[in-house]
Each structure stands twice: as C-alpha cells, then as structure tokens.
C-alpha cells in the first residue's frame, strides 16, 4: 500500500514510488533514472510545500469554493489547524485533520501554533505526564494554541483560556 499524510510520508511515497518501479522489474534505461529522481522530488516538494495555519479568529466558515457565494460546508473555531494547499485570490483551499477539503478567507488565518485532538476523548493534565493530575477532558475536534513542548508533551489553551498538558500522539497540527 503506497504511504499517505504529512511530509514525512510524502518522502516515503517517492521511496515507494522508486521501489514498486524496480520491483515491477519496469525495463529503465539508467540513463533515464535521473530524470525519474527530479520527477519524484518535484512530486514531493508540492505535497510538503503545504502551509500549516490556524484559525485566528472565534468563528469561521469553511466553503465549498473560494467565495460567500459558495455553500458554507462547516464552521470552524479558534485555533482550528489546518494545511493550506492553494491560494486564489483572497481565498486559501485547505485540508483539516480529517482529510477534509474547503476555501477560507485568508484573512482568518493566522500563523499560530495549533494543535486538536484526533482521538475520540482525551485527558488534559496539569503537567507534562501521565503521573499528572486531570485538569479535564477534551473531546475529538477540540483546537488548542500550543504554548510548549516536553518530552513528547504540548502545553497547550483552549481558546476560553483553560491551560494543560496534552500528548502529541493524541493531537495532530504540531
């Protein structure tokens, strides 16, 4: 199964994507692997070009194109993360943590640093580890501004100021 996701899974797609042709023993003049080398880093370098930025403000909707003409498909809050993946005019096409797809205005984003919970229910804890009391839980799809990090720990805020520790295998936007 070829690889999918973030950057580094873009580097193992064109590891894939390099092995599957040796493998289906595809007949390659050597002299033509050069080609297929800047061909697969090209491919690679627009997947990981995608921008990371959150939302910067309390509420914002996501369109089904780059326009208050198009259809609102979800709305979003503070600190939502999101991978912009083009730009048209004022508008930015952009990819959330689900794989989901819509156009923003870009003047609601900002370059914060965000994370959100991909699990279906986590524990937010008063320092970073699980010895740490439960401060309180935070269901899948809550965004938080990252504040820090230690040892594999974001100290993180809820945008109505509530302030813990989070593990980074439980948020995806780091």
């Given amino acids: 199964m070829m690889p999918s996701g973030s950057v580094i899974s873009s580097v193992e797609s064109v590891k894939w994507l390099c092995c599957r042709i040796l493998d289906l023993g595809f007949n390659i003049n050597m002299r033509k692997i050069p080609l297929l080398i800047i061909i697969a880093l090209l491919v690679w370098a627009g997947q990981a070009s995608a921008e990371r930025l959150a939302v910067g403000v309390d509420k914002a909707n996501i369109r089904s194109g780059p326009g208050t003409n198009h259809d609102v498909l979800w709305s979003v809050g503070q600190y939502y993360p999101v991978n912009v993946l ?5 508008w930015c096409k952009i ?9 923003i205005y870009r003047s609601l984003l900002k370059k914060i640093p965000t994370v959100i919970v991909k699990m279906p229910l986590v524990n937010v804890r008063q320092g970073p580890g699980t010895d740490t009391k439960i401060l309180f839980q ?3 799809g809550v965004s938080f501004k990252r ?3 230690k040892e594999g720990w974001f100290k993180i805020q809820h945008a109505d100021g509530e302030v813990g520790w989070i593990h980074k295998s439980l948020v995806w936007g780091y």
Avoid: I, N
């Avoid at 083009?86 to 004022?90: A, C, D, L, Y």
């Avoid at 943590?97 to 156009?103: A, K, L, S, T, V």
């Fill in 147 to 149: 504040l820090g990090k």
């Fill in 95 to 103: 990819r959330d943590f689900e794989g989901d797809d819509g156009w």
């Fill in 138 to 140: 935070a269901e899948k």
């Fill in 86 to 90: 083009k730009k048209s005019g004022e």
